[in-house]
């Protein structure tokens, strides 16, 4: 069991690392998320945050967007599929009244993992302080520990997200050309129209 920073109690050294509880499923598949960027509304949509929240969050540096920030009047943030991501992982840790701070470290240790070992990490907090279980004993520790603790599966948060932005619009990132949903009642309406022609 690893502590993601500054959240820890006194006396207990700080430690960061990997990997989480074996027996895992595999991780989510990426299916183009690396060319896509996601406007300011659709990451707040995904994320399950207000814009307030998302406006606040990059402008204290707390989760920025990986693809563009935003420069003066007119101009949008795009966020990376692993910043939203991020975002609803923040959402889900201060929903639990876990500390800004210990938020803070959190994210920095997230950025720190390579995109597939992201999505295979399991997060569990006391509250005071967010760890990173390697193993199902880390959690068995945790427990007996004899505080309250929750998990956040990051696996789990990665493909609802994904299925979050699919029904949503994106941009490419190189091109900037808007990405539409595709959306199975659109196309079933498709299909009506082309049978009553």
Sequence with gaps: MRSTGDGVAAG???RAGSASPAGRAPAPTTSGEENLGYRGPTACAAAGI????LDYWARTGLVEPGIRSAHGSGTQRLYSFRDVVVLKIVKRLLDTGVSLQS????????????RTDLARLTLMSDGATVY?????DDVVDLLQAGQGVFGIAVG???RDVQGALSQLHAERVDTG????????ADELARRRRDRAV
Excluded: D, F, M, N
Excluded at 132 to 136: H, I, L, N, V, Y
């Design 156 to 158: 789990v948060v990665w």
């Design 50 to 53: 207000t814009y307030r929240q």
């Design 132 to 136: 990173e279980c390697a193993s199902p």
């Design 103 to 114: 938020i803070r470290a959190a994210v920095q240790h997230l950025r720190s993992h390579g």
């Design 12 to 14: 207990e050294p700080s």
């Design 177 to 184: 050309e808007t990405v539409t949903a595709h959306h199975p």
